[in-house]
């Protein structure tokens, strides 16, 4: 994924030049790879929040590191099922390590599979990177599926991004 966005780069790049962060890109992750997964959800959770008047600054870097844990690629079932409930603590413990985050930040990450992991959103910026997530998630499973599903999930996700240009 090409960002252009100089303001959201300069909000990003220490996180994206990062060691341990650029090893997402080895990371299987619906249908793609961690990093550009965690690049789209932070990109247009930024957009989002800006065009709200939130806080997009601790939005966009948030919604970056909020996958930011380390599995196996060829994890079995009942790992890749627990690593929904866990990874979003691992990806608080990771982003603590490497970064400075917020309270307001680690909300957002802890919550970001909220209801699937009983961490509520506190923040208004963490219900919205919880909800990007989602349809970034849904559009990059449905490349697995059919043109028909992958077409009506590609012009859902245009049509918001659109609304936020």
């Not at 990874?87 to 970001?112: G, Q, R, T």
């Not at 909800?131 to 849904?138: F, H, I, P, R, S």
């Amino acid at each position: 994924m090409i960002i252009k966005d100089y303001e959201f780069l300069d909000i990003v790049e220490d996180i994206l030049e990062n060691k341990q962060f650029k090893r997402l890109k080895e990371m299987g992750h619906h249908g793609c790879n961690r990093f550009d997964h965690s690049l789209k959800v932070s990109y247009y959770s930024y957009k989002v929040s800006k065009f709200l008047g939130l806080d997009y600054y601790e939005t966009a870097r948030a919604a970056l590191i909020h996958d930011f844990f380390f599995t196996k690629n060829d994890r079995n079932a009942k790992e890749f099922i627990l690593s929904n409930f866990t990874h979003p603590k691992e990806a608080v413990n990771n982003s603590m390590k490497y970064f400075s985050i917020s309270e307001k930040e680690k909300n957002i990450i802890l919550s970001h599979m909220f209801p699937l992991v009983l961490y509520l959103p506190k923040y208004s910026e963490s219900w919205i990177v919880n909800m990007v997530d989602k349809l970034v998630a849904t559009q990059e499973w449905s490349y697995t599926f059919s043109y028909k599903l992958r077409n009506a999930t590609t012009l859902i996700g245009l049509f918001i991004i659109n609304i936020f240009k």
